[in-house]
């Protein structure tokens, strides 16, 4: 079965810009790809097991990564905030998956619909599924 998460930006503070710089994917099986369309990021997965990031910088050198996926046909995410530039999605992805990164796998099986967290700067992180059941997955990334 494929699934679609289209991810919608939106920037609240106006003191800071945050541009994607990267986008990576671990597949359990079948693949997946990002694109994007009218604006939106579009993560495309072969199958439930299979993930996505996105990583965000500042134009104040503030970095941080969107971790979006389907687990056991459930969606999931997670915002891990505060990165050094070593700190990439192609490191951070795959941690998800391993048993030496608890932490990310016990985010992983939350499979939670919305999640925030502020970063060292004070600035507020959140997703928001908007979509959160079926095939065809949307949510909003909110940078306050």
Request: include cysteine; aromatic fraction near 12%; glycine fraction near 8%.
């Amino acid at each position: 079965m494929t699934y679609t998460i289209v991810v919608q930006v939106y920037q609240t503070n106006p003191n800071a810009f945050f541009r994607c710089v990267e986008k990576t994917s671990w597949k359990y099986a079948n693949g997946a790809t990002w694109s994007e369309t009218d604006g939106a990021h579009v993560l495309r997965m072969g199958d439930s097991g299979t993930s996505g990031c996105l990583r965000f910088v500042s134009d104040t050198g503030e970095c941080f990564i969107l971790a979006l996926g389907v687990h056991n046909y459930k969606r999931w995410g997670d915002i891990v905030p505060n990165l050094s530039a070593e700190d990439t999605g192609v490191v951070i992805n795959p941690q998800y998956y391993s048993n030496e990164h608890r932490n990310r796998e016990e985010q992983r099986e939350k499979q939670l619909s919305s999640f925030k967290i502020d970063n060292l700067k004070g600035r507020n992180l959140k997703f928001d599924y908007i979509v959160t059941e079926g095939k065809d997955l949307k949510v909003n990334l909110i940078i306050g």
